[in-house]
């Protein structure tokens, strides 16, 4: 483990369309940590995610990585699944672009779907699968490159609600085996109570609170049904600011 953070920022802006949706903002992750961003609808938190992955530039500020390169996988809010495409060849897609060998690309895919239960269905088309499926389809793709930060975007918020927990608790093992570290955005506050080291409470363009989750690890399905949990939960929601109005009028001031 190392002390440094993997990827840190330094008064971080970004303004799109002429208005700053993002300020200021501050932020580092250190290996193996989960830290999820929650924040109401249009508070910018696909944008930072962007702006980690380096998909898109910096208005104001700098993003510092540990080193370069850091390999990064972006679950995106969309799913984009090739429907043409078996599983197995959606989820090999990132590694025959990257060039790599046919035995090599066959064994790190098969790990990667056996990582999410999907081995069995490698040879189904995207239009075959559950929601859920689809969800652990597009995890499998992003595992495939091995990446040392996973970006997740609202990636269970299609699911039912036990489908949910269901994923929640596969994702918890998951990075118990794989030790990722994963920055995930949801709306969710159960979802980022189980999951998370640390939230970030994101509004008005900056991160207004930095909660540490001191919830015992491992956290299994008992912990969903735990005293602790439902603290946890509340001592998020006082955290949370209330809209009285429509997201569009605040998200249309100025910061
Ligand atoms: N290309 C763009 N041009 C202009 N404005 C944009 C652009 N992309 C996003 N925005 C605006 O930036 C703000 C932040 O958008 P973003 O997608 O990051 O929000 P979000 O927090 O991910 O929302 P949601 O929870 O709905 O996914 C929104 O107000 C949006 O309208
Ligand atoms: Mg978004």
Redesign the pocket.
């Known amino acids: 483990m190392n002390a440094e953070p993997l990827i840190s920022t330094q008064k971080l802006g970004k303004s799109?369309?002429g208005h700053p949706?993002l300020d200021e903002l501050d932020f580092a992750i250190h290996d193996r940590e989960i830290i999820t961003i929650v924040?109401r609808?249009?508070?910018?938190?696909?944008?930072f995610l962007d702006l980690i992955m380096g998909l898109v530039k910096p208005s104001k500020g700098s993003i510092k990585r540990r080193a370069a390169p850091i390999k990064m996988s972006y679950i995106f809010?969309r799913p984009a699944l090739l429907p043409w495409r078996t599983v197995e060849r959606n989820v090999a897609l990132p590694l025959e672009i990257e060039g790599i060998d046919k035995v090599t690309c066959r064994e790190r895919v098969h790990f990667a779907l056996e990582q999410v239960g999907l081995f069995y269905a490698k040879s189904l088309f995207p239009f075959q699968l559950s929601g859920g499926m689809a969800q652990r389809l597009a995890i499998a793709r992003a595992l495939v490159q091995e990446p040392d930060l996973l970006l997740m975007d609202e990636p269970f918020s299609s699911l039912d609600p036990l489908l949910r927990e269901n994923m929640n608790i596969n994702l918890l093992r998951l990075q118990e085996r794989t030790k990722k570290t994963i920055l995930f955005v949801t709306?969710s506050i159960d979802e980022a109570v189980i999951l998370s080291d640390r939230i970030l409470i994101l509004e008005s363009g900056r991160f207004i609170y930095d909660l540490a989750i001191d919830i015992p690890k491992p956290r299994n399905e008992a912990t969903l049904n735990s005293r602790r949990f439902a603290e946890v939960i509340r001592e998020v929601r006082a955290h949370l600011p209330f809209h009285p109005n429509l997201p569009q009028q605040v998200?249309s001031e100025p910061l």
């Open positions: 799109l369309g949706v924040g609808s249009g508070s910018g938190k696909s944008t809010q709306h998200a």
